[in-house]
Nanobody, 120 residues
């Protein structure tokens, strides 16, 4: 059964904005850190941003001040707003759930299907 369903992403010019949403099943949303991991071409996966059940937020240094993660408790959704996008933000983005809020890929328990973000 599906645990994480993501939507959003797409293509944008540098300096633009994109938004992601990730719907999580109740057990995941209530217990785990939910966020995003990305993988750029030729690079390893890296944690980008996450939010835990208490609303505490994590951001990778490369996205601090540009990305904002938030929770919508009404529908078990975690959102990622990405502003001032750069060419280096081009990657496949995966919604993920983990007990580790830095979203280290080795500790991710659940993965979304992945969505491409292209910044030109």
């Amino acid at each position: 059964h599906v645990q994480l369903v993501e939507s959003g992403g797409g293509s944008v010019q540098a300096g633009g904005s994109l938004r992601f949403s990730c719907g999580a099943s109740g057990s995941i949303y209530g217990d785990a850190c939910v966020g995003w991991v990305r993988q750029a071409p030729g690079k390893e996966r890296e944690g980008v941003a996450a939010i835990d059940k208490d609303g505490d937020e994590y951001y990778a240094d490369s996205v601090k001040g540009r990305f904002t993660v938030s929770r919508n408790n009404a529908n078990n959704t975690v959102n990622l707003m990405m502003n001032r996008l750069k060419f280096d933000d081009t990657a496949m983005y995966y919604c993920a759930a983990s007990s580790i809020w830095t979203m280290s890929p080795a500790f991710v328990a659940y993965w979304g299907q992945g969505t491409q973000v292209t910044v030109s």
